[in-house]
């Protein structure tokens, strides 16, 4: 499979602050591709270096086949990075103009702006000066921009920011549709209920460094644990018993293990004379897993730290 | 072309609008001021020179030399309503307009411009946007010069355009004589100094341009900008220390009249008043040093923007 993007010790360090440090990362065609991190994990940075605005201190990049920051490779990509940013003083669809006008000559018929703008649901807008947009409508200008030229690769970082719900589930159709027909997005969020609706692989990024990357449902699989509810009497019994499993209280009358097989959890409990009233698999969503795996990575540092 | 074209559709703009406003408006005022200066002046000169005796210089040579320095200033103030009409007339005045914006006005006002149209791209946020689009640097860069630029030669024609409407209406209201000169004589005059300002415009662009890779916002380049052009003029001000600089190569490459010899009725610059008197290195050198500038104020600015990380 070609990868769309490949990332090799990809390293960038700012007057001494590592902001990423050698990110080894590949992402195949035609998926949505999450990339998650708490603030000033690296997200953007590597956003910019995918895009050549940035220059690496270490490692190497390529998007499309081509080195990273080619401009022969950024003609087949479309950028939203952080907050978009216009001239205020021109209408959206000037705007889109302009930056159309600063690359090379739009594909396909004459009307690409209109179309990309009423995709991205600024027909009605289209022609008021960007310095009146709100947030969302900018967020909807960005997105249309980085649409504007029928991209193979689509890189966005946090696109919905400033959107209303409506918007929110109207961008999550549109990049559904857009990995459907084939287009790769590479999406930079913290919205991880967003990323887990959207998103076919993830990639979770701390402190510059990649934690983990595999499919979403795997990713929330290997996190699942048993939740044991039993009467508060048998508390203490019960995290004795399941000690080896790494239990830990959840409310005075339940306790959550580390383990998918409930069974073999129903029968160390059984064997030590304490029966549960429930026990249930439970699959935590994508936003406790991102932040158990960064708890888990920063105890791993700080242990790493201390010796 | 098409990037120049998009950089000329972002100078649109009510700043670059304001900007040639003001410029015109300068040259506005500055002509009623020079009609008025001119007509008052030779009114209040007098009609017979004073005797040395009078003035208190002492008879023989110095007497002569005394007379003929203040026969020269007699004849010139007289000559001046006359010489005023002839930079008002609407063919001349190109070449006012053309001094005026290859001086210290036309600098803050490029230094304004280039602010706004290459620092705000940084201060705007807007860079990443551009260089999305457009990811060979070098093209961006020229294409930002050459609209500076050409924005420039806009001011140029505002301010010509100004005087040529006004400047018949201010010469009559203030009873100058016709001009003395004719239409295709003010046309060829016109067109050696606008050509000459071209130069001096480029450089005052690649100083904007500069400035606005080093200080990456708009703030700075206007600052860093206009700092650059006063410091030319200051540096060529010092005695003994002016023969050489960017802003004695300006003055001798338009041609503008040595030190205070430049302040008259109508000046035809604001530029060549703050540089001390002295030998001037000559058209060719000026010409030279000159394009110098501009071949290496484009180089040394895309040597930094090249590999300039973009993190706003």
Redo the contacts between chains.
């Keep these: 499979m070609t990868s769309v993007i490949r990332c090799e010790g990809l390293t960038k360090r700012y007057r001494g602050v590592t902001a990423l440090d050698g990110l080894d990362l590949d992402v195949g065609p035609g998926q949505v591709f999450g990339f998650l991190g708490p603030n000033g994990a690296g997200k953007t940075t590597t956003l910019r270096i995918l895009l050549g605005l940035v220059t690496p201190t270490a490692g190497r990049a390529w998007v499309n086949g081509r080195p990273a920051g080619d401009p022969d490779g950024l003609a087949g990509v479309g950028a939203m990075i952080e907050e978009p940013a216009f001239y205020p003083w021109l209408t959206g669809r000037r705007n889109l103009e302009v930056l159309a006008l600063s690359g090379p000559p739009l594909p396909g018929p004459a009307g690409q702006i209109g179309r990309v703008l009423a995709a991205a649901g600024l027909g009605a807008a289209a022609d008021r000066k960007v310095k009146g947009y709100s947030q969302g409508m900018r967020q909807r200008l960005g997105l249309a921009a980085a649409l504007m030229r029928d991209p193979s690769l689509l890189l966005l970082d946090e696109p919905a920011n400033g959107m209303d719900p409506a918007g929110i589930a109207e961008f999550r159709t549109l990049l559904r549709s857009l990995a459907g027909r084939g287009i790769t997005v590479f999406l930079s969020s913290h919205l991880l209920a967003e990323v887990e609706q959207i998103c076919d692989q993830v990639a979770v990024l701390r402190s510059g460094r990649l934690v983990e990357q595999g499919p979403v449902a795997g990713l929330a699989t290997a996190r699942a644990r048993v939740r044991v509810v039993l009467d508060p009497a048998d508390h203490r019994a019960a995290l004795a018993l399941l000690a080896p499993w790494a239990a830990r209280p959840d409310g005075p009358d339940a306790v959550l293990v580390d383990w998918t097989d409930g069974q073999a959890v129903t029968r160390a409990l059984g064997q030590g004379g304490v029966w549960p009233h429930q026990v249930v698999l439970d699959r935590p969503a994508l936003e406790e897993a991102f932040l158990t795996m960064i708890e888990d990575t920063a105890a791993v540092n700080d242990a790493t730290a201390s010796r | 072309m098409?990037?120049l074209?998009?950089e000329l559709?972002?100078l649109a703009?009510?700043l670059s609008l304001g900007v040639a406003a003001a410029a015109a408006l300068f040259c506005l005022l500055l002509a009623a001021g020079g009609s008025h200066n001119a007509v008052l002046a030779a009114q209040g000169a007098p009609r017979h020179l004073p005797s040395c005796a009078a003035e208190q210089v002492p008879a023989g040579p110095q007497c002569s030399r005394w007379q003929a320095a203040a026969r020269a200033r007699l004849r010139q103030i007289q000559a001046e309503p006359a010489q005023v009409s002839g930079q008002l007339a609407p063919a001349a005045a190109g070449a006012e307009a053309a001094g005026l914006i290859a001086s210290l006005p036309g600098a803050l006002a490029i230094a304004l411009l280039a602010g706004a149209h290459i620092g705000g791209e940084w201060s705007?946020?807007?860079m990443?946007?551009?260089?999305?689009?457009?990811?060979?640097r070098w093209q961006v860069l020229v294409a930002k010069l050459v609209s500076l630029w050409l924005a420039g030669i806009g001011l140029i024609a505002a301010c010509w355009a100004a005087l040529a409407l006004a400047g018949p209406v201010l010469a009559r209201l203030s009873h100058l004589p016709g001009p003395d000169q004719t239409v295709a004589h003010g046309l060829s005059l016109s067109g050696s100094q606008v050509a000459r300002a071209l130069l001096v415009l480029a450089v005052f662009a690649v100083i904007g341009l500069l400035a606005a890779v080093i200080t990456r916002g708009a703030v700075g380049t206007i600052a860093a900008t206009a700092g650059a052009i006063l410091a030319m003029l200051a540096v060529a001000a010092l005695p003994g220390a002016g023969r050489w600089t960017p802003a004695t190569w300006v003055a001798s490459w338009m041609g503008f009249p040595a030190g205070l010899g430049s302040v008259t009725a109508l000046p035809a610059n604001f530029w060549s008043r703050f540089i001390g008197t002295g030998a001037p290195p000559g058209q060719v050198a000026g010409f030279a040093g000159l394009a110098g500038l501009v071949v290496a104020g484009l180089a040394v600015a895309e040597r930094i923007f090249r590999?300039a990380?973009?993190?706003g």
């Excluded at chain 2, 990443?128 to 060979?136: D, Y």
């Design positions: 098409r990037l074209h998009a559709a972002k703009r009510p705007g946020r807007t990443k946007s551009l260089l999305t689009q457009h990811g060979r590999r990380d973009i993190s």
